[in-house]
């Protein structure tokens, strides 16, 4: 079955340095996401990424955060600078499609990259 | 302002019981409605989902109920068995494309 793939799944870096998160998202899927995780918290909504461009995106998603998808197959998620609180697991998802029972668009998640913010 | 909300953190059942889980959202605006399932160091995996247009959803052992004059969901899986422990988290979203909100998770245990 087609997966989600993330790299790496942990990286640990000093607080100010910029950290660059990888997705290999499904390939015949159009749509991207980045959700994190604080430990013990909800899965949050980062920013949503179609045709080449950011379609929504949360108030967590400020200017230290950007997404790319530079060659049609990874899709990145970059920290200019990383604060402690930055510290969570990050999922991507894709768009895997619509229930034909509720029309719910379902996502396919990657196993997540934790980021360790010392 | 925390739209959707799992107010039991967790919950355990023994197996070949009924789980219920439950869901409240605040948003009228959500129209499609899920329930995901996590394990340890794996991302969330789809299980069912529902539209607003319906109040039952069902799917072998899963069933997912939707009162929207309560904005209440709830996730019933009979008979529970070990293998369903994990975290469940129920999402919402708007638009069948849009972002999905997701509650803070339950953590079920079905015990042997």
């Known amino acids: 079955e087609p997966e989600v793939t993330q790299t790496p799944s942990h990286q640990v870096t000093q607080m100010g340095q910029e950290v660059i998160l990888r997705c290999v998202p499904i390939?015949?899927?159009?749509?991207f996401y980045w959700y994190r995780q604080i430990l013990g918290q909800k899965v949050e909504f980062l920013v949503s990424?179609?045709?080449?461009?950011?379609?929504?995106k949360s108030e967590i998603f400020d200017d230290q955060f950007s997404v790319e998808r530079p060659d049609g197959s990874n899709f990145t998620l970059k920290i200019r600078s990383t604060k402690l609180e930055d510290s969570a697991m990050y999922f991507c998802?894709?768009?895997?499609?619509?229930?034909?029972?509720?029309?719910?668009?379902?996502?396919?998640f990657g196993a997540g990259s934790r980021l360790t913010v010392l | 302002d925390q739209q959707v909300k799992q107010n039991s953190p967790s919950l355990s059942v023994q197996e070949g019981r009924i789980s219920i889980l439950n869901c409240d959202y605040t948003?009228?605006?959500?129209?499609?409605f899920l329930w995901y399932k996590k394990y340890p160091a794996e991302g969330p995996t789809f299980l069912i989902s529902?539209?607003?247009?319906?109040d039952k959803n069902e799917d072998g052992r899963f069933t997912v109920f939707l009162n929207k004059s309560a904005k209440h969901l709830s996730l019933h899986i009979v008979p529970s068995q070990p293998g369903d422990s994990a975290v469940y988290f129920c999402?919402?979203?708007?638009?069948?494309?849009?972002?999905?909100?997701f509650g803070d998770g339950t953590t079920l245990t079905v015990k042997p």
């Open positions: 990424f179609y045709n080449n461009e950011i379609s929504e």
């Open positions: 390939s015949n899927h159009l749509y």
């Open positions: 998802a894709s768009l895997s499609g619509f229930r034909a029972d509720s029309g719910a668009n379902v996502l396919t």
């Open positions: 529902i539209s607003s247009i319906k």
């Open positions: 948003n009228s605006m959500f129209d499609y």
């Open positions: 999402a919402a979203s708007a638009t069948n494309a849009g972002k999905s909100t």
